[in-house]
T-cell receptor, first 112, second 112 residues
Framework: GEDVEQSLFLSVREGDSSVINCTYT??????LYWYKQEPGAGLQLLTY?????DMKQDQRLTVLLNKKDKHLSLRIADTQTGDSAIYFC????????????FGAGTRLFVKA | DAGVTQSPTHLIKTRGQQVTLRCSPK?????VSWYQQALGQGPQFIFQ???????QRGNFPDRFSGHQFPNYSSELNVNALLLGDSALYLC???????????FGEGSRLTVL
């Protein structure tokens, strides 16, 4: 079945790099996403990667995909207090219809 | 460029009632999907609409139904509300030709 797992919490100091990890079970996904959610808000798309890619970099964000281990990571360089939020990993399946399966989210705390 | 818009933002219903939530997709998007996010959890896929038809469905009972209109906007209907239906309902839109999935701010439903 389709399952996406993430660690629940991560705490880092301001200025350090943050690495949020995710594992998934179904390798037939087309896209892998990272979303950010702040309290009381909707989901903000941070970045996404095609499942046939290994890496994507976008300013402070670096996504790494290890297809063999079904492992996805998001690295945030120079983490700021404004990065404190919940980060969701998700798999997108484009199979006639389109659906996305989310993990439970990783809460990132950034200490000043 | 307006993003995904949802209404209402908050609403309170009682058990057994029915609710309709509305969503307008991001300009240029033709596909709409709905998600339920319970407190402290990741979004759960309800269903997806394209060309006015339901294309994919998650593990939700028939009490959850939807509709897509010719202008690509969509409604989510929930009948016979249960206490457990209390959640943030998120609408997302994308183009059939890209994987960029954008979310609205959500409609927070409380069932008493």
């Amino acid at each position: 079945g389709e399952d996406v797992e993430q660690s629940l919490f991560l705490s880092v100091r301001e200025g350090d790099s943050s690495v949020i990890n995710c594992t998934y079970t179904d390798s037939s996904s087309t896209y892998l996403y990272w979303y950010k959610q702040e309290p009381g808000a909707g989901l903000q798309l941070l970045t996404y990667i095609f499942s046939n890619m290994d890496m994507k970099q976008d300013q402070r964000l670096t996504v790494l995909l290890n297809k063999k281990d079904k492992h996805l990571s998001l690295r945030i360089a120079d983490t700021q207090t404004g990065d404190s939020a919940i980060y969701f990993c998700a798999e997108g399946f484009d199979t006639g219809g389109f659906k996305t399966i989310f993990g439970a989210g990783t809460r990132l705390f950034v200490k000043a | 460029d307006a993003g995904v818009t949802q209404s209402p933002t908050h609403l309170i219903k009682t058990r057994g009632q029915q609710v309709t939530l509305r969503c307008s997709p991001k300009s240029g998007h033709d596909t709409v999907s709905w998600y339920q996010q319970a407190l402290g959890q990741g979004p759960q896929f309800i269903f997806q609409y394209y060309e006015e038809e339901e294309r994919q469905r998650g593990n939700f009972p028939d009490r959850f139904s939807g509709h897509q209109f010719p202008n690509y906007s969509s409604e989510l209907n929930v009948n016979a509300l249960l206490l457990g239906d209390s959640a943030l309902y998120l609408c997302a839109s994308n183009s059939r030709f890209t994987g960029e999935l954008f979310f609205g701010e959500g409609s927070r439903l409380t069932v008493l």
